[in-house]
């Protein structure tokens, strides 16, 4: 549960492994106080988006830096990753995942969360709620923006003529 929600923020599988176990050092350290407010599962998601989310800004202040440093003739560009594998995905889908995960890249962070935690781990609006700290029906207005923001993005993808 914590590798996979990580791996699906991060979309590199060497990096969600060493943060699943940073995840685990850190709820290790800090169980005492864990207040039981919440289902302990509630709290171990709620840490791994965190530590996923953190990982990602740094990342994108990397990315930031070093193209910055490219432009002005210090350093090479970065590239992205041109290929994810979720272990969640068959075979018979893993074009259409990678599509899927890479445009979810491009959601805003509350969207790509919310929509990870219920398609890809399956958990309730519910349980979302209370892992991102926001009522219901937020997340339910996440949900239908992540989702019409996907159909834009992959409609050019899904169209008739391909």
Do not use: C
Not at 5 to 34: H, M, P
């Amino acid at each position: 549960m914590v590798f996979n929600t990580v791996l699906s923020i991060v979309q590199d599988r060497q990096e969600a492994e060493d943060l699943s176990q940073e995840v685990f050092i850190q709820i290790y350290q800090s169980v005492k106080d864990f207040r039981g407010e919440a289902k302990l599962s509630t709290w171990m998601y709620r840490v791994a988006v965190t530590k996923a989310l953190d990982a990602e800004r740094k990342k994108k202040t990397k990315k930031r830096l070093a193209n910055l440093r490219s432009w002005i003739g210090l350093g090479e560009k970065e590239e992205n990753l041109a290929h994810f594998d979720h272990p969640g995905v068959t075979l018979d889908n893993k074009e259409r995942a990678a599509l899927l995960f890479r445009t979810l890249q491009q959601l805003p962070e509350n969207q790509r969360v919310a929509f990870t935690l219920i398609k890809a781990e399956g958990l309730s609006y519910e349980e979302t709620a209370a892992i991102m700290s926001l009522s219901v029906k937020a997340v339910e207005a996440l949900m239908h923006r992540a989702k019409e923001n996907l159909r834009q993005k992959l409609k050019h993808y899904y169209s008739p003529d391909k």
